[in-house]
């Protein structure tokens, strides 16, 4: 038996924008499929992702929405992407097709939100989508240059100096604006949802 996680997920107001946010979320999947060998596909005027390393599934959801924040036009005109995250044992192809039906059900269910999370096993699902909710109450109040500063963070980590250089900014201001988008805790977020995983397959 193996696990598998699955992301689907649809741009907020894709009408406005729209090539140039196809293009940006083109580009973001594409570091996905090379960071990890993610299976990235658009379907209709959204996306599915599958994963055959599932500790990676909410850093991924994480630096789709990070890096599509971080080029909004404004605080205003906000780039989101709803998000939802499905982690599931398999054994054959249709368990394959549940996981992914999980990731798409996760996606028409999201109201207000932008990020959701579900697991097959009930104690893996109750500890992450509480936590998710709480992570998207975060990022749903990140302006673009947080955003920003975190995608870089995720994205190439070396410290806060480095951050500062690639984004030609001063080493002060980008740990100021790191510590406003709430890091640590994004951080801690990641790792915890790694930790939970690994220790749900151990006990499966």
Request: glycine residues 8%; hydrophobic residues 40%; proline residues 3%.
């Amino acid at each position: 038996m193996v696990e598998i996680a699955v992301l689907s997920g649809g741009l907020d107001n894709f009408e406005a924008n729209e090539d140039v946010r196809h293009q940006r979320l083109a580009w973001l999947l594409g570091e996905l499929g090379a960071r990890y060998g993610a299976q990235t596909a658009f379907v209709g005027d959204g996306f599915q992702i599958g994963l055959r390393q599932p500790l990676a599934v909410c850093e991924c959801a994480l630096f789709i929405r990070a890096g599509l924040l971080a080029v909004s036009p404004s605080r205003r005109e906000r780039w989101d992407v709803a998000i939802s995250m499905a982690v599931g044992r398999v054994e054959s192809a249709r368990g394959v097709e549940d996981v992914y039906g999980a990731a798409r059900r996760g996606l028409d269910e999201l109201e207000r939100g932008y990020l959701a999370f579900r697991a097959d096993r009930e104690p893996l699902h109750l500890s992450l989508s509480l936590a998710t909710a709480f992570v998207d109450d975060v990022l749903t109040h990140w302006t673009p240059s947080e955003a920003e500063a975190y995608f870089e963070h995720l994205r190439m980590p070396g410290g806060h100096k480095a951050i500062a250089q690639r984004l030609r900014k001063s080493r002060p201001t980008v740990t100021k604006t790191l510590l406003r988008a709430r890091y640590n805790l994004i951080d801690r977020y990641r790792r915890d949802a790694q930790t939970l995983m690994k220790l749900s397959q151990d006990s499966a």
